[in-house]
């Protein structure tokens, strides 16, 4: 089992930037790749940014540049820089592995506006 903690979230204005952190413990050395998710108020749960365990790196194509994920030991980051309003969205971790293996964080609240 892979227990995920976000933090870093919060309100922010237009432009500015955050840092979401995730912390997984538990049988962390089953974790392949772990990687960030969004959820808008009204909408499905969508991909950010991903790390596999040797440094493979993929992003949404609307996200790239403005999102800078990183991953050390059991922690994986979510860099975010000119946040838009839109990008207001509950954030997610996701830790996959061997053998199936899927778990997910509670979230954490990121909220644009002016």
């Known amino acids: 089992q892979v227990q995920l903690e976000e933090s870093g979230g919060g309100l922010v204005q237009p432009g500015a930037s955050l840092r979401l952190s995730c912390a997984a413990s538990g049988d962390i050395l089953s974790i392949y790749t772990m990687g960030w998710y969004r959820q808008a108020p009204g909408t499905t749960r969508e991909f950010v940014a991903s790390?596999?365990?040797?440094?493979t790196i993929y992003y949404a194509d609307s996200l790239k540049g403005r999102f800078t994920i990183s991953r050390a030991d059991n922690m994986v980051y979510l860099r975010m820089i000119n946040l838009e309003p839109e990008d207001t969205a509950v954030y997610y971790c996701?830790?996959?592995?061997?053998?199936?293996?899927?778990?997910w964080g509670q979230g954490t609240q990121v909220a644009v506006s002016s």
């Open positions: 790390v596999t365990k040797d440094g």
């Open positions: 996701r830790a996959q592995g061997n053998g199936g293996r899927d778990s």
